[in-house]
């Protein structure tokens, strides 16, 4: 979707990290489009084994040579200095400047992406080639950074549903002009909350959670501990733009009921895709299933991190986005919230014998012979099964049925009082 990828767009140039005013103002463009709220964590606050560090901005950063000429600059790419560096301001030699030069000699025309939140340091990244061509001399080192109390943004997009009961859609907001991680996953929920948004009902409350990677989260999980009861369902959105096949990553929980939607939604699109095991390492999935709380949450990813080449480098950039790919995603989360709205257990009020379907209507479906052949058959399973242990997607599963079939089938059974939901 063109829309998605103007988006990443117009978020691109912020220069972003875990804090500061770059930070709040990509927020600030997300609540351009969806009803967000924010909330500060002040500088200094214990979050369980975490302290919410200073909070950091950037005026300018650069590197002059000997006739003033800025050989490295962060206006030219914010990935140029070393994310939270602190300030600088001094004359060296190459050989004392070197040593904080980063960059990727197999990947020499890329400027690698690194950071140094918790522990004060400052440093340049360039791309190779331009590190090696570098003259011997004296230059001018500038960080014109502030490192003081403040404090860390978070924001929420919440969409009541007829039950309290949650689905947390989580996605992070650090990275600076890094568009596959992650301005798709902040893109893709700001549609999926778009779409909700546009829904006359929902069966479940919304809660979209736009954090700094990690310390993020973690802040999150610390300031909602006592409402983490309702998260039902939870997905992680991060790297879903580029062109590479879907990924999912399950839950801790292995078999969770997302798991189950997943990995269903995934097969029955026919197309390539991978079911990843959970392992501790990844995205903010890892704070949401530690073993304290164990939520049901899962990561949608397209290319796992680490395993695309351009991945935190300058070369993920606006052209790694795939319009397509972005659409896809959404389309997938689309359809897995779809399932998780309709996904009931029931109970069959005439268990005994087969009802007669014809003499309420139930067989004078409109549509084509197959369409009809198939939602008929979709009645019979969904009376069969509808003991109240079997929800609506093992029974699409077991009778090999699309879900909307199973779920238009379940829903016209209700209404002539064959069904009611399970208790």
């Known amino acids: 979707m063109k829309e998605m990828h103007d988006f990443c767009a117009g978020l691109y140039p912020i220069l972003r990290s875990i804090t500061g005013d770059g930070l709040r103002r990509t927020l600030a463009e997300i609540g351009r489009h969806v009803p967000l709220t924010t909330t500060e964590i002040s500088s200094g606050r214990a979050c369980f084994d975490w302290t919410i560090p200073r909070e950091w901005n950037l005026r300018d950063a650069y590197v002059a040579n000997e006739r003033g000429e800025r050989v490295i600059d962060v206006a030219r790419h914010n990935l140029h200095v070393v994310n939270y560096s602190v300030p600088v301001r001094a004359s060296m030699t190459l050989d004392e400047l070197k040593p904080r030069l980063h960059s990727l000699p197999d990947r020499p025309d890329w400027i690698p992406y690194r950071t140094s939140y918790y522990k004060d340091d400052w440093g340049f990244c360039l791309t190779h080639r331009q590190k090696e061509s570098l003259p011997p001399g004296r230059y001018e080192v500038v960080i014109d950074s502030t490192l003081q109390p403040g404090g860390m943004t978070l924001g929420e997009v919440v969409l009541p549903g007829t039950s309290d009961e949650t689905v947390l859609i989580s996605t992070h907001t650090c990275h600076p002009s890094l568009a596959n991680d992650n301005l798709s996953g902040m893109a893709v929920a700001v549609w999926l909350a778009k779409h909700l948004a546009s829904l006359p009902q929902r069966r479940y409350t919304y809660r979209f959670v736009f954090v700094p990677g990690t310390i993020g989260a973690i802040a999150w999980l610390a300031h909602n501990e006592p409402q983490l009861?309702?998260?039902?369902?939870?997905?992680?959105?991060?790297?879903?733009?580029?062109?590479?096949?879907?990924?999912?990553?399950?839950?801790?929980?292995?078999?969770?009921?997302?798991?189950?939607?997943?990995?269903?939604?995934?097969?029955?699109?026919?197309?390539?895709?991978?079911?990843?095991?959970?392992?501790?390492?990844?995205?903010?999935?890892?704070?949401?299933?530690?073993?304290?709380?164990?939520?049901?949450?899962?990561?949608?990813?397209?290319?796992?991190?680490?395993?695309?080449?351009?991945?935190?480098?300058s070369a993920d950039n606006l052209e790694l986005l795939s319009p397509e790919a972005l659409g896809d995603s959404l389309a997938k989360c689309i359809a897995a919230v779809e399932i998780l709205e309709g996904n009931r257990r029931y109970v069959n009020l005439n268990p005994k014998c087969e009802p007669l379907l014809g003499k309420r209507g139930l067989y004078s479906t409109t549509g084509g012979e197959n369409e009809t052949k198939q939602f008929q058959m979709a009645l019979l399973w969904v009376l069969s099964y509808?003991?109240?242990?079997?929800?609506?997607?093992?029974?699409?599963?077991?009778?090999?049925?699309?879900?909307?079939?199973?779920?238009?089938?379940?829903?016209?059974?209700?209404?002539?009082?064959?069904?009611?939901?399970?208790?």
């Open 386 to 423: 509808s003991d109240g242990k079997h929800a609506l997607l093992d029974i699409a599963k077991r009778a090999e049925i699309p879900f909307r079939t199973i779920k238009a089938a379940a829903d016209a059974l209700e209404k002539v009082e064959l069904l009611r939901p399970a208790q």
């Open 229 to 313: 009861v309702r998260i039902r369902h939870g997905l992680v959105l991060s790297g879903v733009g580029d062109a590479g096949q879907i990924h999912y990553k399950r839950s801790r929980q292995e078999t969770a009921e997302i798991d189950q939607v997943m990995q269903y939604v995934l097969e029955s699109s026919g197309e390539p895709h991978t079911i990843m095991p959970f392992i501790p390492y990844g995205y903010d999935e890892r704070q949401y299933c530690s073993p304290g709380f164990d939520l049901p949450v899962g990561c949608l990813m397209r290319t796992p991190f680490g395993k695309y080449p351009q991945y935190h480098t």
